[in-house]
Every structure is written in structure tokens, then in C-alpha cells.
């Protein structure tokens, strides 16, 4: 948690300089501040490509036990592996771990191909493999909730088991806000935010009596570039400057 301060700090210290803090007074308090920093967060989560990874992570089963709850990181469960070829008979290690027909397969047909058969016959083997897991119950079927983060299985375990869950994760705060591409965005963002918040506050009161005729305020000046600012800033997540899942170096 400390690393994680410490890298939000480093943004509220950029958008209170960005501003001319210490040169003048503003109207921030630390709530402002951590206000902006979570939108620009949000909106980067839900329009980021790179705010999403691909993980792997292992569940048990329990007998009888349809609903299990993930951790609020991921987003979808793309796929569910078992350790077998799977069964429904009540084993409590989900089928038979070693498969010795597989084996033979493979020592007759894959490491003597010049001989017979060769890898054409070991991928029929397979398909017939995958067609008999099909029938029997090597696949699982399942439900997300992204909501609940609910993971239903419509089948009822008979034995406890452990499966291998294939899903996409959101990435950890720290994490983006260390990003090479992401991090620079993520401080814009914010600072744009807090200029649209003293914009708003500055706006309420036009000017400010005095005793030579008062002085105005900049909010609706503010207002109008903090909203150029968003809109420049969301355009360039659609053009995956701040990187992109599955791309390597790449400026939109």
C-alpha cells in the first residue's frame, strides 16, 4: 500500500504544479485530488486496451457446490481446463490423470512416424479424444456474473477437484500508474479533472467585488479547456497511444 501512495502522490503533486501550486492559492482539498485520480482510472479501465490482462488461476470444486466467488480483479473466465480427460463418476481427482492409451499413441505413432502412422493419425486420435470428452464430461459449463463476480457451474461436482481457470484480469493500480505508456495519461487526465472542478467552483462567482471595481474569475475559461482537454485525451485512447493488449511498441 505504501508503493501504491507514494505513486498516487507523485500524480497529485504533478496536477498541484500543473496548476501553479505554491505560486498561487487553490481551491483543492486532498478529496479533489483523489476524486480526479479515480476517474482518470475508470475511464482508462473502461476505454484502455492495456488496462486488462490475460491470467491463469486455480479453483477447487467442491461436492455438490454450484457458485464459487473470484476476486473482484477479474473480468471474464474465458475458459475452464480440467486435469483429464474428465469423468462423472464421483472421483474425487475429476478422471484418470494418466491416460495409458494417449501414451501408447504417442510411442507408437508420433516417436516411430517413419515407420507408421505419424502425426495424421495422432491428431485423429486426438479429435477422437476431444469428441469422447465431448460426451462423457471433460467440458464444464459455466457462468461469469462480471456483477457479482459469480462463477456458476451448471454441472454438480460429484468429487472435489481442481480446475485451471483462463481469465482476464484488470490490471493492479500500481501497476498502471508505473506503466511507460499508461502513466503519462493517467496524470493529463487528472489534471484536466481538477481544472473542470475549480472551473465549477470559480464559475459560481463571476467576479469578486474589491475596492477598485473587483476582479474576475477564470471558471468558465477553465471549464472550456478542461473539457478539451478530456475529449483530446479520450480520443488518443482510441488511437492506443497509451499501448494496447497483444501490441508491442506502438503510438496511435
Known amino acids: 500500500m505504501s508503493q501504491l501512495d507514494d505513486l498516487k502522490q507523485q500524480v497529485y503533486d504533478y496536477a498541484t504544479a500543473m496548476l501553479g501550486g505554491g505560486m498561487i492559492d487553490l481551491e483543492l482539498d486532498p478529496i ?29 470444486l467442491e461436492v ?41 499413441y504417442t510411442n507408437t505413432y508420433l516417436l516411430s512416424s517413419s515407420n507408421m502412422g505419424g502425426l495424421a493419425t495422432y491428431e485423429i486420435f486426438a479429435q477422437y479424444q476431444e469428441m469422447v470428452g465431448r460426451m462423457f464430461g471433460s467440458f464444464i459449463n459455466y457462468h461469469y456474473n462480471q456483477s457479482t463476480h459469480t462463477l456458476t ?12 481457470l483462463w481469465t482476464y484480469n484488470y490490471r493492479p493500480d500500481f501497476v498502471i500508474l508505473q506503466d511507460i505508456y499508461a502513466n503519462q495519461w493517467i496524470k493529463d487526465y487528472t489534471l484536466a479533472n481538477c481544472k473542470l472542478m475549480i472551473g465549477e467552483a470559480r464559475e459560481k462567482f463571476g467576479q469578486i467585488a474589491g475596492p477598485q471595481g473587483g476582479s474576475s474569475l477564470n471558471g468558465a475559461a477553465l471549464k472550456g479547456e478542461a473539457k478539451e482537454q478530456l475529449a483530446a485525451l479520450e480520443a488518443e485512447l482510441m488511437q492506443q497511444v497509451t499501448g494496447g493488449q497483444g501490441y508491442t511498441f506502438i503510438i496511435g
Open 32 to 60: 479533489h485530488y483523489q476524486t480526479a485520480l479515480d476517474r482518470a482510472l475508470s475511464k482508462y479501465r473502461q476505454r484502455g486496451d492495456s488496462s486488462v490482462e490475460e491470467s491463469y488461476m486455480f479453483l477447487t
Open 64 to 104: 455438490n457446490t454450484n457458485t464459487y466467488k473470484l476476486p473482484k480483479e477479474v473480468i471474464t473466465v474465458r475458459e475452464m481446463f480440467r486435469r483429464s480427460i474428465g469423468s462423472r463418476t464421483g472421483m474425487g481427482d475429476g478422471g484418470t490423470v494418466f491416460e495409458p492409451f494417449n501414451m501408447a
Open 153 to 164: 457451474i451448471t454441472q454438480r461436482p460429484m468429487g472435489q477437484e481442481q480446475v485451471l
